[in-house]
């Protein structure tokens, strides 16, 4: 998951992605020893009871899964257990205040618990040094040099080198074949990727499919060796310590996705049997271990895998609500599966997630999870935009709530979507009409663009502009080319200015608006590496469609082929694409069972075309 435009929020006292806040309305926390956590364990010292190990456990597990706060949870329940000998305990609680991928710097109050706890762990090991293994007394000094102060409230950095490097003398004292040897190396795997927080490439891109360009960073290289050591196709299958490790699976995931994308592939499909595994090990207790395989399969083509993913995730979310606990990211969870419903034809899932998210936003506008209100709240309207239903575009009456500061950017996305309905929801045969309330619209998304300012989402709102101008220029195109329709009076502004086209006074409109699509989707291609999308769609296929309805078929191929390698086995570009084809006369046969394959799950008949937007007669 690549969250790069939040990471200087991280950088101050509180982070915002790693901030839960529990969808329940105060019911009593119920224990956490029943959720379904696999059936990891890192034996440790204690004199606590057997449902002392469970709960270390279940609170590694948690961690495992970026769940901190009940993780601290967890591992509180076991320290009350067994307070004066349990030093791992401590070490737990610590290590579920750490930093993580998602959160790759520690707030002032993290630093006060995490370098108390390891303390603590410290001085009961210290007092009673015949009691504890190799491994524990490794893990628990290598945390201590982690949050050793004041280093650590100067530079962070700098401690997080260190405790990779302590890690680093770990691996090398236990080995690999067992004594926990497993654990470390996968503790010493993630504290290099979060070093290197979400920047694991020296390029990502959303656009790139340059393998050359994919060069792994430093420790990012030296985690991916671990990793493909621990999980790769040269692994002894037999040592499930290391190719079922959790932590080990998890970090893999996140280190592939994003890789040069496509099934199989050298980028992330090198993580594809990792998601397999991991999806198969039915973690229902961690919905962000049942939601990360989603990632693998929405960069690979598996669009109803992603769903899937996604569902279970979203049971394991309320599996948390209903026990009053914490779930993690449940809306990125839900998100993704919308997402990846929307390519796969699962109307009915796209819709059920777009209506769970904004149940989820009505209650709790502020809520800090990805995506946020702004985001989140109007995936119903891109869902109809992205299936055609322009009525049910116009009828939808669900507002974004009142927010300080304003959300600028669901209003545009709204302005967006019911721009382009008006182009098609045509009343009374006035086709004028709808251009009108179209360019309305297209006026009010120009202004939010010039009030979002130099925002992160100012380059999504220029796209959506850019989308539906060029949607009614076409328009106005579509309707002059049809030998049905009557004069056109060109009361709208647009409309006026493309009248001049039989004079040669201004440029064609299909011209114009096929260089705003292609404008729109380079912007989009260059934006930096997030999954989901930051937009709804890839404007490539529009673009694609529009070079199509001039007659340019060689270039639509290209277009079209140039999504495939982004968004593999898309049935929007293959659509696109068998149509470019036939217009060359070219064999469609191949292409048509791929499209037959990538629509099977779906709901709604195959597109008519790679982009429903442009659909006009």
Not at 206 to 219: G, I
Not at 400 to 425: N, T
């Amino acid at each position: 998951m690549r969250i790069d435009w939040i990471y200087n929020a991280f950088l101050g006292l509180t982070s915002w992605l790693g901030e839960q806040v529990p969808l329940s309305s105060g019911r009593e926390p119920q224990p956490l020893v029943p959720l379904a956590l696999g059936n990891y364990t890192m034996p440790i010292t204690h004199n606590g009871g057997k449902g002392l190990q469970k709960m270390f456990d279940s609170g590694m597990m948690h961690e495992f899964g970026f769940n901190q706060r009940e993780a601290a949870e967890a591992f509180r329940n076991a320290i009350k257990a067994d307070p004066t000998h349990c030093a791992m305990c401590y070490f737990g609680l610590a290590y579920s205040h750490g930093a993580y991928l998602n959160k790759p710097h520690m707030s002032d109050d993290d630093i006060d618990i995490a370098s108390d706890s390891i303390g603590k762990a410290m001085r009961i090991i210290t007092a009673n040094p015949e009691d504890f293994t190799e491994l524990e007394y490794g893990l628990i000094g290598a945390m201590n040099v982690r949050f050793q102060l004041p280093r650590l409230r100067i530079n962070q950095t700098a401690t997080f080198v260190a405790y990779a490097e302590a890690l680093e003398a770990l691996a090398a004292k236990v080995g690999d074949n067992g004594s926990g040897g497993w654990d470390v190396l996968a503790l010493l795997a993630e504290s290099y990727m979060t070093l290197e927080s979400t920047h694991y490439y020296t390029v990502e891109t959303m656009d790139d499919t340059n393998v050359t360009a994919r060069l792994f960073n430093p420790y990012s290289r030296k985690a991916n060796t671990i990793l493909v050591g621990m999980l790769g196709p040269g692994a002894d299958q037999s040592r499930t310590h290391y190719t079922l490790h959790p932590l080990a699976l998890h970090l893999y995931l996140h280190l592939t996705e994003p890789g040069v994308p496509g099934h199989g592939g050298p980028g992330a499909g090198l993580g594809e049997h990792a998601a397999d595994v991991l999806s198969s090990l039915n973690l229902t207790g961690s919905g962000h271990l049942e939601h990360m395989p989603g990632h693998l399969y929405l960069r690979t083509g598996r669009y109803a895998d992603a769903v899937s993913a996604n569902i279970k995730a979203n049971e394991a979310d309320q599996l948390y609500m209903d026990r009053g606990m914490s779930a993690y990211f449940p809306c990125h969870n839900i998100y993704l599966g919308v997402y990846s419903a929307n390519m796969a034809g699962m109307r009915s899932d796209a819709l059920h997630g777009a209506g769970l998210m904004r149940s989820i936003y009505a209650k709790d506008p502020n809520r800090k999870d990805y995506p946020n209100t702004q985001e989140g709240w109007n995936a119903a309207l891109t869902t109809y935009v992205r299936f055609g239903d322009w009525q049910l575009v116009l009828d939808d009456k669900m507002s974004v709530p009142d927010m300080e500061p304003p959300p600028l950017f669901a209003h545009a996305v709204r302005y967006y979507s019911r721009g382009l309905a008006h182009l098609h929801v045509i009343v009374a045969g006035d086709v004028d009409e709808g251009l009108t309330l179209a360019e309305h619209e297209l006026a009010k998304l120009q202004r939010v663009r010039l009030d979002i300012g130099d925002s992160r989402l100012a380059p999504l709102v220029k796209v959506a502009e850019q989308v539906l101008e060029a949607a009614i220029l076409l328009k106005i195109h579509a309707t002059m080319q049809s030998p049905d329709s009557g004069p056109i009076t060109y009361s709208s502004g647009l409309g006026r200015m493309m009248a001049d086209n039989a004079n040669g006074v201004t440029e064609n409109t299909q011209t114009r608006a096929t260089r705003l699509l292609k404008k729109a989707s380079d912007a989009q291609n260059s934006w930096y590496y997030i999954e989901p999308p930051e937009w709804h769609m890839p404007v490539l296929q529009c673009y694609g469609k529009a070079l199509l309805d001039a007659g340019l078929y060689e270039d639509a191929v290209e277009v079209y082929n140039h999504d495939l390698r982004v968004y593999p086995n898309n049935g929007y570009s293959l659509t696109g694409l068998l149509q470019a084809s036939q217009g060359l006369g070219a064999d469609v046969s191949d292409i048509r069972a791929r499209l037959a394959h990538s629509w099977k799950d779906a709901d709604v008949p195959l597109p008519m075309s790679s982009c429903s937007i442009l659909e006009f007669y």
